[in-house]
């Protein structure tokens, strides 16, 4: 069984998805680390994350980086999604991602293009969301804790740019697919939006 996870940053499809693979009892890959292994490339690098050169050679990296907690910073997550527009990292990574998907005994994938691009044929796909306030809030507060100098407006911000880039890019785009369930996190507290997703995926599969 294959399931696919979409849905913009600070959704909640991070924790979702890694709900469901415990409940199920499948195997887990949250794809944005590998775009932000590449964002933290370049970035130590000191190169342009623009560039789509530097980008390019930005998928060249060791595995034991996807261990690595800068991952989950900030800064990652921008130059992130910088690098993810290039057509050609999408592609350099693509491989890695379906091999993954395609495992025996299945999986489940969260990233922006899952269900569209990665897996078409994932046997339940979601689309998490929420409003861009609500997800500021939410990094807001993760970030607040080791930086009392984050700043809620420019989290917001960012977030708003980083929907814009992964929703206008000319390489799979972030979209919900048109066979996906929509879920809406924005009122919901984790542990409700794990149940119903639990409850989308067991309505769509017939397993429990």
Not at 50 to 69: K, M, T, V
Not at 90 to 114: K, M, T, W, Y
Not at 124 to 130: E, H, I, M, Q, S
Request: net charge negative; with cysteine; hydrophobic share 45%.
């Amino acid at each position: 069984m294959i399931i696919a996870v979409d849905g913009p940053a600070a959704s909640g499809k991070g924790t979702i998805a890694r709900e469901l693979a415990a409940h199920f009892g499948l195997a887990w890959l949250d794809t944005g680390l590998l775009y932000r292994a590449v964002g933290v490339t370049v970035m130590r690098a000191e190169e342009d994350p623009d560039d789509p050169d530097a980008a390019l050679a930005g998928c060249d990296f060791a595995d034991d980086l996807l261990e690595d907690s800068e991952l989950r910073s900030e800064r990652a997550g921008n130059y992130a999604s910088r690098v993810s527009v290039h057509p050609a990292v999408r592609a350099a990574l693509i491989e890695r991602q379906e091999r993954f998907a395609n495992q025996p005994g299945g999986a489940v994938l969260d990233g922006r293009d899952i269900g569209t691009v990665i897996a078409p044929q994932a046997d339940a796909k979601l689309f998490v969301t929420a409003s861009a306030e609500a997800r500021a809030d939410r990094r807001f507060a993760d970030e607040v804790t080791s930086n009392p100098d984050a700043d809620r407006d420019a989290i917001l911000a960012d977030i708003e740019a980083r929907d814009e880039r992964d929703s206008e890019r000319a390489s799979a785009p972030l979209k919900r697919a048109d066979d996906a369930d929509l879920l809406d996190t924005t009122n919901l507290t984790i542990s409700a939006a794990v149940q119903r997703a639990i409850a989308l995926v067991e309505a769509r599969t017939g397993k429990r």
